[in-house]
C-alpha cells in the first residue's frame, strides 16, 4: 500500500496541490488565496500566512482562478530527472528553454544527458507542451523529438534519433516556480558501426533500438 | 487491494512491453527467391532460344561436331562446329542455375541449382527434358558481388535465382562466405583450366569432351559430380532415370575432376588425389600428392600427370610450374620434375604432344615422349596465342581466351595454321 501510494503521490503529484483563487476588489486590489465561504454577501478568503480575509460582495469585481505568472506568455525554463526503463533501465536529465505561448500551449527547446549500453549521449531536442486546463495545476501533454549525440565522439558511435511523449500534471508552487510529473514512453535508435566487411567501405550498423516507458519530475522556472 | 494488484499488473506489463531490441543493418546481397514448384516449371528447365551473343566463357564441351560453351548460371551457347574455319553461334539452351555439363549419346545431363536434369539433344533444334533427379545437389546459390556480404538465406523460401545490392535489416550477424555454395561459386571463381580429348576425334562419339574445370566427369555408365565436399556418383545406366543413392565426402576443395583408367583424379587447391572405382557407387581414395596452395589443373596419360600449379588467383600460392608426376602406382603418385613456367592456364596432351597454355608467355608445345625431359623438350612456343584453355582433338586444338574461342590446325606442330575465331 505505501508503495502504491508512493507512486501514485510521485507521479500525479499535481493533485495534491489545491487550486488556488484570485478575488478581485472594485478598489483595483487583488489578493490570492483559497476561498473558505461564499455567499451572497460576503466572500472569506485565507491567504498562504494564515489570515482570513473577508469582503463584502459589493467590494468584489471578480472571482478567478489564480493563474501565476509561471503559467502566463513569456519565456520559461525546465530541468527534469527521468528514469528510462523496461527490459534495461538508464536516467537522464533534461533542460528546457521554452516559450510560453498561452496559456495552453508552449514549445522549447533543450539539452541533457542520456546513457545508453554504457555509453553517454548528449540529447539536443525540440518539445511542444500542451495543458489541458487554464489554471496553475493542470494535465498536460507533451511530445518531442531530437538526437542523442554521442558523449565521447568516435567514427564508430553515430548516435541517433529520438521521440517521446509524456502525460502528468504541472503545478504552480509560487509566481515563478513549478513543479510536473509525468509518465511516458521513449523511442530512440542509436547506431554503432561493428565492422569492416572485407577491408572494404561496407560496414556492419549495429542498430540499438531503445523502447522505454519515462518516469520524469521536474521543476518550471520563470 | 484490487487497485493496488492492478496498478501493479498494468506497471508490469508496461514495464514487460518496453523491450530494447539490437540488429543489424548492412549493404548486403539480398536474395530473389523462386519457389521450388515454379522453379521446376520454368526457369530451371531448358528453352531453345535464338543465339546470343557470348558475354561470359564458362565450361565448354565438345561432341559431334557441336561445341557447347556455358553460359554459367544462365545456359549453352550451342557453337556448330562442323566445320572448324567457320563455326556458327547457332542457338541458346537457357537453363537457370546450370555450371555443369556432360553429355553421353543423345542426352544432356546438366544441373540445375538442386536438380540433375537430362535433356534429349538428338535434335538441337528441339531439346527436350527427359528426366529429373530433384534435390540431388546441395542448395546452393549463384555468384554474389564479393564486395558485400550476403544476407541470410532461408532455403524454405525456395531457388536463389539472383541478388540485389540493397540495405538488409537483420537481428541476425551476416554471413562471411559462402556456405554451401563451393560447387556453384568454384565453377565461376576458377578463371581457367585445360580441356582435354579422351581419344576424341571430329565426329560422332558416345560421350563428348568435357572441359577440365567442370566438377562433373564421366566414366563407363556413370556420371561423377562434385558437390560441395561430396563426390556423388550418379547410375546412368538408365539414361533417363538417374540414381543417386551415396556420396564420398571429400574434405578438401576440390577444383577439377579428371576420369582416366577408371580412376578419378581430382586437382584441389592442396595437392591431388586419386580415387578407384572398382564399386562405381563408392569411389576410394588410393592415393595422394601434396603441393603447396595453388590453382592445379591436372591431365594424365598413361604412366604420368601432368599438373600446373598456378599464383595470381583465388587458390593463392607462390607456384607457377608444370609437375610431372609419376603414377604408374594409383597408391603412390610420385613427383619425378617440376619446370618453371610464367603463368601455367589449361593444357592438353595428345599423341605425346604436351599443349600449355603460359599466360602472356603463350601456348607452349612440348614432346611427351620422354615424360621425365618433357620441360626441356619444347618444340615450339607460339607467343601471340594467349589463352586459358586448350581442347585438343586429332588435328585441332580449340584454345579459350577472354575475348573468344580460337582454333588451329595442329597437323604440323611446327607451323600451326589458325582456323578460326570467334569473337565473344
Given amino acids: 500500500m505505501k508503495i502504491y501510494l508512493l507512486l501514485f503521490t510521485w507521479l500525479f503529484s499535481g493533485l495534491v496541490f489545491a487550486q488556488m483563487d484570485l478575488v478581485k476588489l472594485k478598489s483595483g486590489s487583488e489578493i490570492r488565496g483559497f476561498i473558505t465561504e461564499k455567499t451572497e454577501e460576503i466572500v472569506k478568503i485565507k491567504t498562504k500566512d494564515g489570515s482570513i480575509w473577508v469582503f463584502k460582495q459589493s467590494e468584489v469585481s471578480a472571482i478567478e482562478s489564480f493563474v501565476p505568472a509561471v503559467f502566463e506568455k513569456g519565456y520559461f525554463g525546465t530541468v527534469s530527472l527521468g528514469v528510462l526503463g523496461g527490459s534495461d533501465v538508464s536516467a537522464n536529465f533534461l533542460i528546457l528553454n521554452g516559450y510560453r505561448i498561452n496559456a495552453h500551449w508552449s514549445a522549447g527547446l533543450g539539452i541533457g544527458i542520456d546513457q545508453f549500453y554504457n555509453n553517454m549521449y548528449l540529447p539536443l531536442f525540440a518539445e511542444g507542451r500542451y495543458n489541458l486546463l487554464k489554471k496553475g495545476t493542470t494535465p498536460y501533454v507533451s511530445l518531442g523529438f531530437g538526437y542523442d549525440l554521442p558523449f565521447q565522439m568516435s567514427e564508430r558511435n553515430k548516435g541517433g534519433f529520438f521521440g517521446q511523449g509524456l502525460i502528468g500534471f504541472q503545478h504552480e508552487l509560487g509566481n515563478h516556480f513549478g513543479i510536473f510529473s509525468g509518465v511516458g514512453f521513449r523511442y530512440g535508435q542509436l547506431q554503432v558501426d561493428e565492422w569492416n566487411w572485407w577491408g572494404t567501405d561496407v560496414t556492419t550498423k549495429t542498430i540499438y533500438e531503445i523502447n522505454r516507458f519515462d518516469l520524469r519530475f521536474g521543476f518550471i522556472f520563470r | ?424
Fill in chain 2, 1 to 424: 487491494m484490487k487497485n493496488v494488484i492492478g496498478t501493479l499488473l498494468v506497471l508490469v506489463f508496461v514495464f514487460t512491453a518496453c523491450k530494447d531490441k539490437q540488429f543489424q543493418k548492412y549493404t548486403a546481397n539480398v536474395p530473389v527467391y523462386t519457389d521450388f514448384e515454379t522453379f521446376r516449371a520454368g526457369l530451371g528447365t531448358v528453352k531453345y532460344e535464338s543465339a546470343k551473343t557470348i558475354a561470359q566463357k564458362g565450361n565448354i564441351y565438345f561432341k559431334d561436331n557441336y561445341l557447347f560453351i556455358l553460359d554459367n548460371f544462365e545456359g549453352i551457347h550451342i557453337i556448330d562446329n562442323t566445320n572448324p574455319k567457320a563455326p556458327i553461334n547457332k542457338a541458346y539452351y537457357a537453363i537457370t542455375g546450370i555450371t555443369g555439363i556432360v553429355i553421353k549419346n543423345q542426352y544432356l545431363y546438366v544441373n540445375a541449382y538442386t536438380d540433375l536434369v537430362v535433356i534429349d539433344v538428338s535434335s538441337i533444334e528441339n531439346p527436350k527434358e527427359s528426366g529429373r533427379l530433384e534435390n540431388v545437389f546441395e542448395y546452393a546459390w549463384p555468384t554474389h558481388d564479393p564486395q558485400y556480404p550476403l544476407a541470410n538465406v532461408d532455403p524454405s523460401k525456395g531457388i536463389i535465382t539472383g541478388w540485389e545490392i540493397e540495405e538488409y535489416v537483420t537481428d541476425k550477424t551476416p554471413i562471411g562466405g559462402c556456405i554451401n555454395c563451393t560447387f556453384l561459386a568454384d565453377a565461376t571463381g576458377f578463371e581457367s583450366g585445360f580441356l582435354y580429348s579422351n581419344d576424341m576425334s571430329v565426329g560422332s562419339s558416345s560421350q563428348g569432351v568435357s572441359g577440365s574445370i567442370t566438377k562433373f566427369s564421366l566414366l563407363n555408365d556413370y556420371l561423377y559430380v562434385m558437390d560441395g565436399n561430396n563426390l556423388k556418383p550418379f547410375d546412368l545406366s538408365s539414361p533417363t532415370r538417374p540414381s543417386n543413392t551415396n556420396q564420398v565426402g571429400i574434405w578438401r576443395e576440390v577444383e577439377t575432376l579428371f576420369t582416366y583408367n577408371d580412376h578419378i583424379f581430382m586437382g584441389t587447391t592442396t595437392g591431388m588425389l586419386i580415387y578407384e572405382t572398382g564399386n562405381r557407387n563408392e569411389p576410394t581414395q588410393v592415393g595422394v600428392i601434396q603441393h603447396a596452395n595453388a590453382c592445379d589443373p591436372v591431365v594424365v596419360d598413361g604412366d604420368y600427370a601432368y599438373v600446373t600449379l598456378r599464383t595470381g588467383t583465388a587458390c593463392s600460392g607462390q607456384q607457377n610450374q608444370l609437375d610431372v608426376i609419376d603414377v604408374s602406382n594409383y597408391s603412390q603418385p610420385e613427383l619425378k620434375k617440376t619446370y618453371s613456367l610464367k603463368n601455367p592456364h589449361g593444357l592438353g596432351i595428345k599423341n605425346n604432344t604436351l599443349f600449355v597454355c603460359d599466360g602472356s608467355a603463350g601456348l607452349k608445345i612440348y614432346d611427351a615422349t620422354e615424360p621425365l625431359t618433357v620441360g626441356d623438350n619444347k618444340v615450339k612456343t607460339y607467343g601471340s596465342i594467349q589463352a586459358t584453355d586448350i581442347i585438343v582433338l586429332e588435328n585441332i586444338a580449340m584454345l579459350i581466351g577472354d575475348d573468344g574461342l580460337y582454333q588451329y590446325d595442329i597437323t604440323d606442330i611446327q607451323n600451326i595454321q589458325k582456323l578460326s575465331q570467334l569473337k565473344f
